[in-house]
């Protein structure tokens, strides 16, 4: 169904309920005379979840949304927007981390032909294709297709090719494109969760040849929870870029960027919130020697600096000490520290002003004054919660407690603050 099927007084509903709760309206609205409550309650919880994912589509008059569980499972706008500068950048041919310099985000859009051949609900194509001059959404269900074909042109698509067909099926008979993008469906035919590459369908490992022969680069958005690496090996070595893409500290999407000129060394993208941070993997270009755990107990007060989700999961930990200047504290622990603020470091940063060993007697010195805290654990034996009863403080607060293992084996708690912004480049201590 389409805004123009809809009677006036579904219309009407839409409108006088638009910031009510679904749930309740579910029940409240039933005998509603001339009301399909069904496609009414879609639309309300579908523009509500926009405003929070997806602000352009909330702000634009007369899109449908399709049912609550697509509008959930779709892109937000700011991992959207990313994608629209990674393709643009690629369509413009520039290097690794560098801006696209057309397109993407209102430019003038590049004389490329896009083609998406996973559709969905098109929260990834609505931006992507403002940097191409023809761009071709592919998607098997024909009532998504629906959708697109009445949002497009209100998102400032007028021009977008909307196809009805399987994504293997169109791809070996299109004609080349610029930049192919895939976001494979992640669920069995039974609705069971998948992640590995050759569960999902399309299956991108089973196309990589016929990818390769029809674009110059294919775009695939893979599941945050795969391992990169093994996701890389999978598609057999046409792999040049990685990115992990978090949003607020939160990783979103995996995207992997094949080419046929693809060789070592591996370019690989962190992102959080916009902001890039690059390593390279393989290949014959040195990399920095390896940064040696602290020794012993460190003395406060020290900065410690946790990486940020994205870097978490790319698991460059070597090379980040050494391109900021800090140490490990231990090999398995994922936080770092040093006498000067890490200024610019891609993640938090706190200032450690006690370290407390596990007994009662430190503990009880540590927790003086302290009756809430905010708890965080790594490579360490309790979890953050049995941590958070034993040391019965509530959550919040402007202290941070870290349990962790140092280098020597010994289970230790710092407690932090937040390091403030625009710290002198001095020593502590």
């Known amino acids: 169904m389409t805004a123009e099927m809809m009677s006036a007084e579904t219309a009407r509903f839409v409108r006088e309920h638009a910031g009510d709760d679904v749930?309740?309206?579910a029940l409240?609205?039933?005998?509603?005379?001339?009301?399909?409550?069904?496609f009414a309650l879609d639309q309300i919880a579908g523009r509500q979840t926009a405003r929070r994912k997806l602000p352009l589509w909330a702000a634009t008059e007369g899109i449908v949304y399709p049912p609550r569980l697509a509008m959930e499972q779709c892109s937000g706008e700011p991992a959207a927007r990313y994608k629209a500068r990674l393709a643009a950048r690629l369509m413009a041919g520039g290097a690794p981390g560098a801006e696209a310099g057309c397109g993407g985000e209102g430019g003038r859009p590049a004389a490329g032909r896009l083609v998406d051949l996973t559709g969905g609900l098109g929260a990834d194509f609505s931006f992507m294709a403002r940097g191409f001059s023809h761009a071709v959404y592919v998607e098997r269900q024909e009532s998504l297709c629906r959708l697109a074909r009445h949002n497009l042109p209100l998102l400032g698509l007028p021009g977008a090719e909307v196809v009805c067909a399987d994504a293997a099926s169109y791809l070996a008979t299109m004609p080349p494109a610029d930049v192919v993008f895939a976001d494979p469906a992640r669920r069995d035919s039974h609705g069971g969760r998948t992640y590995a590459i050759g569960d999902c369908t399309p299956d991108l490992a089973a196309l990589r040849g016929l990818l390769l022969a029809k674009a110059r680069f294919a775009v695939a958005k893979l599941s945050p929870m795969l391992d990169w690496?093994?996701?890389v090996s999978d598609l057999g070595g046409a792999v040049a870029e990685v990115h992990i893409v978090a949003v607020a500290n939160e990783c979103k999407d995996l995207l992997l960027v094949m080419t046929a000129g693809a060789a070592p060394p591996l370019r690989l993208a962190c992102a959080n919130d916009g902001r890039q941070e690059w390593f390279t993997v393989g290949g014959a270009e040195p990399q920095p020697p390896a940064v040696a755990p602290v020794e012993g107990e460190?003395?406060?007060?020290?900065?410690?600096?946790e990486p940020n989700a994205a870097l978490m999961k790319a698991g460059c930990f070597g090379r980040l000490a050494a391109r900021y200047g800090l140490a490990p504290l231990a090999a398995n622990s994922h936080l770092f520290c040093s006498r000067r603020p890490a200024a610019g470091f891609p993640g938090r940063r706190f200032v450690v002003d006690a370290v407390a060993p596990m007994n009662k007697k430190e503990l009880k010195k540590a927790l003086s004054g302290v009756d809430r805290a905010n708890i965080a654990v790594r490579n360490f034996p309790l979890s953050a919660p049995e941590l958070r009863r034993r040391l019965k403080v509530s959550e919040g607060g402007s202290v941070y407690i870290f349990a962790t293992t140092?280098?020597?084996?010994?289970?230790?708690?710092l407690f932090c603050h937040r390091a403030p912004d625009g710290l002198h480049d001095g020593l502590l201590g």
């Open 23 to 25: 749930r309740r309206l």
């Open 28 to 38: 409240k609205g039933a005998g509603q005379g001339g009301v399909d409550l069904p």
């Open 229 to 231: 690496r093994k996701a």
């Open 298 to 305: 460190p003395e406060p007060p020290f900065f410690l600096c």
């Open 406 to 413: 140092l280098a020597n084996g010994s289970h230790r708690l």
